[in-house]
């Protein structure tokens, strides 16, 4: 019988994230479709080396030696990709070069990937690009933002673990919104109202349904893969998504609870498959130890926020972005929409005085930064961010004071 979309749970993956293609991509943005389309048939006998979350899907299909029965796989995985059909050809020689098992495969030609997605009843879609991931999420479907990974990611011996964040992944925002507001204080009066209240499904929730249904047959002693909590709760919050994941019938396999610790010595020690986080901070953090996903808040929300700020506070995201640049310089535009959303997050309460002596001594240390400074440490491919985010939070500290 022919493999239909609901035989399967499907993954869907952009090209880019998948396949090293930096440089086809600057040459579509500088150049346009037909020097694109030139450059790939001048390098159609060329294979495109492997992508940060290529060892992720490999892994993912590894899965269905244990999960499939019969013909049709238990996961799928599609390549949904905005590139011009003619990478085709490049794509299909690297993926048997490399003994990929991927028979699926959608080439928009630059348009919105979105009915593809819906039409292929798509799990969770993992992309580089963070417009096509909040299109994604928009719709109701579980999506996220590839952002980084170890060099060889190691896995522990025995079951795979797919490991999540909590609020704002699994959960919706609801309480980072409380914390956000009321600080600590705000935060625990919210979760104490809320006691016995579950907490409402968040981007990821149907994702790790799906993930579930997979498993259902399973014992709990023996599942095929396990799934993870690793949230920056302290244990005192523990209550509401261990009761909500109860409620919704996922057996939570592993739980850890950081409080103010770095999520980095949790996953170094859990070594999971996938790591799923909304906070950019504990992305960079973990992508030495675990191939990581960023769920990015809502793009629209980001954009209303951002210029309902009055007065000169409005140029604040340019101010803080600017120096930015000047310090990540080519690396800047990777990370450009979750240092717009880390500035949200954390610089918006600095008073106006407050905020420009953080902005002018940040920038005197990124123009005293000399060019070649920024060296990656091995295994880390966000060192370079990981540099400025810390240097940036504790200027953040010492000027809220």
Not at 7 to 18: E, F, K, T, Y
Not at 161 to 172: E, K
Request: net charge negative; with cysteine.
């Amino acid at each position: 019988m022919a493999w239909s979309p609901e035989d399967s749970l499907v993954i869907g993956i952009s090209s880019r994230a998948l396949f090293k293609l930096d440089e086809e991509d600057r040459i579509y943005r500088e150049q346009g479709t037909q020097a694109f389309i030139d450059y790939q048939g001048e390098h159609e006998d060329r294979l495109i080396e492997q992508g940060v979350a290529f060892p992720l899907v490999q892994a993912l299909l590894g899965l269905n030696d244990a999960l499939s029965s019969g013909e049709k796989p238990a996961i799928e995985v599609v390549i949904v990709s905005k590139n011009h059909p003619v990478c085709s050809i490049r794509i299909n020689k690297s993926l048997q070069h490399y003994g990929l098992r991927v028979r699926r495969a959608v080439f928009t030609g630059g348009t919105n990937p979105l009915p593809h997605l819906n039409a292929l009843k798509v799990g969770l879609f993992l992309s580089s690009e963070e417009a096509a991931v909040n299109d994604a999420l928009a719709a109701g479907l579980s999506a996220g933002l590839i952002h980084g990974g170890p060099e060889l990611a190691k896995q522990l011996d025995g079951t795979p673990i797919i490991a999540f964040d909590g609020d704002a992944v699994l959960f919706s925002d609801q309480s980072d919104k409380a914390y956000k507001a009321g600080k600590l204080p705000g935060f625990k009066a919210h979760e104490i109202e809320n006691a016995n209240v579950p907490m409402p499904p968040g981007p990821l929730h149907k994702f790790a349904m799906a993930l579930e249904h997979l498993r259902e047959s399973y014992p709990i002693e023996s599942p095929p893969f396990r799934i993870a909590l690793v949230t920056a709760r302290d244990i005192e919050f523990c209550d509401r998504p261990i009761r909500t994941l109860r409620e919704w019938g996922i057996r939570l396999d592993h739980a850890t609870f950081c409080a103010d610790m770095s999520k980095a010595v949790a996953l170094a020690a859990l070594k999971p498959l996938i790591f799923f986080d909304d906070n950019l901070r504990n992305c960079v953090d973990a992508c030495p130890w675990a191939p990581t996903v960023r769920i990015p808040a809502h793009e629209e929300k980001l954009v209303v926020t951002l210029s309902s700020v009055e007065g000169d506070g409005a140029k604040r995201p340019e101010r803080f972005l600017g120096v930015c640049k000047i310090f990540l310089r080519k690396s800047f535009s990777d990370h450009e929409p979750a240092l717009r959303s880390w500035q949200q997050d954390n610089l918006s309460e600095l008073s106006d005085a407050a905020f420009e002596k953080f902005a002018a001594e940040l920038e005197r240390s990124a123009k005293g930064t000399p060019a070649g400074r920024q060296r990656r440490a091995a295994g880390a491919k966000n060192e370079d961010l990981t540099k400025l985010l810390r240097f940036a939070e504790n200027l953040m500290r010492k000027y809220s004071a």
